[in-house]
């Protein structure tokens, strides 16, 4: 699992630096001999910010996270991408000794086409699935 945080000082290039840091990370940092999610936190979004990118894609035009999350799954490069988890700005609170909890919202894309896709892995966290 690899958890990325990304700033961008420029609006217009954020999701494209986003993007371009996940192909990097998906091709670099995983063996592809596995089923591998990408979790992503945007440091800019808050919980209301993340249900109303869901709610524009569920209702409306699909916004450009969404668009992009589709291209980046689609890629035969990216077979071993199962899923892509983006994460509103979070803060952790921890539960006992050894776990922790968040606030974040999630809002994931799976890649049921991926070689080592398995119906479980949609169990891994809560969240707005696209």
């Given at each position: ?9 420029r ?30 936190e ?32 689609d ?6 991408i ?30 049921r ?9 949609s ?8």
């Amino acid at each position: 699992m690899t958890i990325l945080t990304i700033k961008s000082l420029r609006d217009d290039n954020f999701v494209h630096a986003v993007f371009e840091t996940m192909k990097d990370a998906a091709s670099e940092q995983f063996s592809k001999q596995r089923a591998a999610i990408l979790m992503i936190e945007l440091f800019g979004i808050d919980n209301a910010q993340m249900l109303q990118l869901e709610e524009q894609d569920r209702t409306d035009t699909p916004t450009s996270l969404r668009v992009r999350a589709s291209q980046f799954l689609d890629s035969s490069a990216r077979q071993h991408i199962a899923q892509v988890y983006f994460s509103s700005r979070q803060s952790f609170s921890q539960r006992s000794d050894t776990s922790f909890t968040s606030n974040a919202i999630t809002y994931f894309f799976e890649n049921r086409g991926s070689l080592f896709w398995n119906d479980c892995l949609s169990t891994i966290f809560d969240g707005l699935q696209s």
